[in-house]
């Protein structure tokens, strides 16, 4: 498949992109080479491959979740600049 320059004038406008007419015709060409090698995957039989996601097979590793001693207040409030009743206190920001 051999892109046209009205096809790649029409990707540039929806990804609002200005190019030049040297770039319209630089990725004119590129882009056919890039849909030729697709067209070359597509010609593999993949019929016993099975579909994912990833290349690599990754599972989640968890660690249990364990109540541990949280900062005391009085460390967690040292440095800031201004508290009220054991909390932070920020200025207002909602009208």
Known sequence: MKLTRKNVEHVALLARLRLTEQEIELFATQLTKILGYVEKLNELDTDQVEPLFHVVSLHNVFREDKVTPS??????????????????????ILD
Do not use: I, M
């Not at 900062?71 to 207002?92: R, S, T």
């Open 71 to 92: 900062l005391p207040l009085e460390k967690a409030l040292q440095n800031a600049p201004d508290k009220f009743q054991g909390c932070f206190k920020v200025p207002k």
